[in-house]
């Protein structure tokens, strides 16, 4: 799907045509994000080519809003000692992916064009533990020493500002390299000239370290509204910065990782581009879908042989018709429980609920599936009354059935995702359509369990 369909047909006309310098030209005028859609636009072979006459420094700042694929195209098709050039003018996270996601030995042939300490850099960068936040910080950013003066501060940062990702913050470190205080550039721009940084920096440091979870390094980012999050190792030695820009797109991920796994899809690869709706094959779409809806198939099973388990039951009573009040039933405990285990998970999510919380949690959500059930269970007693006037007491069947269902889907939609974060499992893995099928095969349990008691135990 084209989002620049008036550009493209000019573009290619100028890729046919050989234009090259009125493309780049073109290209060069435009922020490298809005490139970065055109060239995916112009489909592979004409979009390489445009990132290829790019500037330097352009197709360098470009190469991280393109997609993962393209970019290990383009690198793999450019000889070395190019390769190298371009990564030295990526910012050091960025390319730091980029190196992994290349074969070692085309990685190896790149990395030797390179000088030692970039090489070191990039080699560290890509060897932290995918999904900590250590692999997603980068090592671009501006120190200072707490005795320089406002004015000495000043003319490093001057020398250092065009090779730093950003000099918004100065992480003020001691002689061992550890994190002492933050200096915001205001601050120190309006400080008086004979004051020292250790008078003015802030000490109080919001940080993370290098193997927490990017999620939650990234949602300190966004809580404490930060420019970006220094990171640091064991030692309190600072080793990086994860940027706001890093940290919105971690939670982006996360978000859609979330989203997926809920609806009983699993997530793309990281870096992959299957997150990307339009670009994602059918066949990886089939991957990603078929062994959850293997196993809700599996579950769904369960409700067949719940039923065939009561079908006595069912023939002595069969002057009420009881399978045309299933679908009601399941329905309401599916839907109950789906509301509930996504509430759940929010609260997780935003560090509103903890484990210690679970007790709590169950009783106010099972509170909830009370109220709710009585509330639906009078209406299920009405409908079932309208329909069997002779048998009030059936109504009162549906009446109690909806109100376990409820009470028991709500329940359970609370306790499962909650043992799944105790026990350090992903509480979004807890799909609604698995707490469905769950709530689905309990549920007539409940429901065949009342009818056999009032029906014909008591009746």
């Known amino acids: 799907m084209l989002r620049n369909p008036l550009l493209v047909p000019d573009l290619r006309e100028l890729i046919r045509a050989g234009e090259t310098l009125a493309l780049a030209e073109f290209l060069s005028d435009h922020h490298p994000g809005h490139v970065a859609e055109i060239i995916e636009?112009?489909?592979?072979?004409?979009?390489?080519?445009?990132?290829r006459l790019l500037p330097d420094r352009t197709r360098a700042e470009v190469m991280s809003?393109?997609?993962?694929?393209?970019?290990?195209?383009?690198?793999?098709?450019?000889?070395?000692?190019?390769?190298?050039?371009?990564?030295?003018?990526?910012?050091?996270?960025?390319?730091?992916?980029?190196?992994?996601?290349?074969?070692?030995?085309?990685?190896?042939?790149i990395l030797r064009n390179l000088a030692q300490a970039e090489r070191e850099d990039i080699r560290r960068l890509a060897s932290y533990e995918p999904g900590t936040a250590g692999s997603y910080m980068t090592t671009d950013y501006a120190t200072l020493l707490p005795d320089l003066t406002r004015r000495e501060a000043l003319d490093r940062l001057r020398r250092e500002a065009p090779?730093?990702?950003?000099?918004?913050?100065?992480?003020?470190?001691?002689?061992?390299?550890?994190?002492?205080?933050?200096?915001?550039?205001?601050?120190?721009?309006?400080?008086?000239?004979?004051?020292?940084?250790?008078?003015?920096?802030?000490?109080?440091?919001?940080?993370a370290r290098v193997d927490d979870d990017r999620e939650t390094a990234a949602r300190k980012v966004d809580r404490y509204d930060l420019n970006a999050l220094p990171i640091l190792d064991a030692s309190d030695r600072l080793?990086?910065?994860i940027t706001h820009d890093d940290a919105m797109d971690i939670l982006r991920q996360e978000q859609t990782e979330d989203i997926l796994a809920f609806g009983g899809v699993s997530a793309p690869a990281e870096d992959d581009d299957e997150g990307n709706y339009w670009q994602g094959r059918i066949t990886s779409g089939v991957q990603r879908r078929v062994g959850w809806l293997m196993l809700l198939f599996l579950g769904g099973?369960?409700?067949?042989?719940?039923?065939?388990?009561?079908?006595?039951?069912?023939?002595?009573?069969n002057y009420l018709k009881l399978e045309v009040f299933i679908p009601l039933l399941i329905g309401t405990g599916g839907n109950a429980g789906s509301q509930t285990v996504g509430t759940v998970i929010r609260g997780i999510a935003l560090n509103q609920i903890q484990t210690v919380d679970t007790l709590k949690v169950v009783i106010r959500e099972a509170s909830t599936g009370l109220i709710l059930g009585l509330l639906l269970g009078?209406?299920?007693?009405?409908?079932?009354?309208?329909?069997?006037?002779?048998?009030p007491l059936f109504g009162l069947v549906i009446a109690l059935a909806i109100l376990g269902i409820c009470i028991w889907a709500n329940a359970i939609g609370a306790l499962v995702p909650l043992l799944a974060s105790r026990f350090k499992i992903d509480p979004a893995l807890v799909s609604a359509p698995l707490i469905s099928t769950l709530v689905d095969t309990t549920g007539l349990v409940i429901f065949y369990s009342i009818a056999y008691l009032l029906l014909i135990r008591f009746a």
């Open 65 to 109: 809003y393109v997609e993962p694929d393209r970019q290990v195209r383009v690198v793999e098709a450019m000889p070395p000692a190019e390769a190298a050039s371009l990564l030295h003018l990526m910012s050091h996270d960025d390319r730091a992916h980029l190196v992994n996601r290349l074969d070692d030995d085309r990685a190896d042939e």
């Open 163 to 207: 090779d730093r990702e950003t000099i918004d913050y100065s992480y003020v470190v001691d002689i061992d390299h550890k994190l002492v205080g933050i200096v915001p550039f205001t601050r120190l721009f309006l400080a008086k000239q004979l004051d020292t940084v250790a008078d003015i920096m802030q000490r109080d440091i919001i940080s």
């Open 301 to 317: 099973t369960i409700t067949s042989w719940v039923i065939d388990a009561f079908e006595a039951i069912d023939q002595s009573l």
């Open 239 to 241: 080793v990086g910065i």
């Open 378 to 391: 009078s209406v299920g007693f009405l409908f079932a009354w309208h329909k069997h006037p002779d048998y």
């Open 41 to 51: 636009d112009l489909g592979d072979s004409e979009g390489d080519t445009a990132l």
